[in-house]
């Protein structure tokens, strides 16, 4: 089993910026994905970014493209999401998920391991 626990989440003003954390514990893999999603009221999951564990390489959706950065602390078993210039439509609970292999993919069913969720809340 693997257990991922997120923080880092809270209430921010537009403009402003939040670092997401995602702590991984539990069965190693040699090689996998960890991901970010975020899902609002009433909307379905969505693809916010991705990391591959063992190249580094990195995946983002349009949406946030050039506002967020996807980083990885090897040692800590840690995917940091850092958020920049947050509008409110950023307004969402952000979940962090790992999926086995090293393939990067932005479908929700493709990854087999997810945390609790943290709320992010973003104020004009």
């Known amino acids: 089993q693997v257990q991922l626990v997120e923080s880092g989440g809270g209430l921010v003003q537009a403009g402003g910026s939040l670092r997401l954390s995602c702590a991984a514990s539990g069965r190693t893999f040699s090689s996998y994905v960890m991901g970010w999603f975020r899902q609002a009221p009433g909307k379905e999951r969505e693809f916010v970014s991705a990391?591959?564990?063992?190249?580094?390489?990195?995946y983002y959706a349009d949406s946030v493209k050039g506002r967020f950065t996807i980083s990885r602390d090897n040692a800590k078993n840690t995917v940091y999401l850092q958020m920049n210039s947050l509008k409110p439509g950023d307004t969402a609970v952000y979940f962090c998920?790992?999926?086995?292999?090293?393939?990067?993919?932005?479908?929700?069913?493709?990854?087999?391991?997810w945390g609790q969720g943290t709320q992010v809340t973003v104020s004009s």
């Open positions: 990391i591959s564990w063992s190249s580094g390489s990195t």
């Open positions: 998920a790992r999926k086995g292999g090293p393939v990067l993919n932005t479908k929700p069913g493709a990854y087999d391991y």
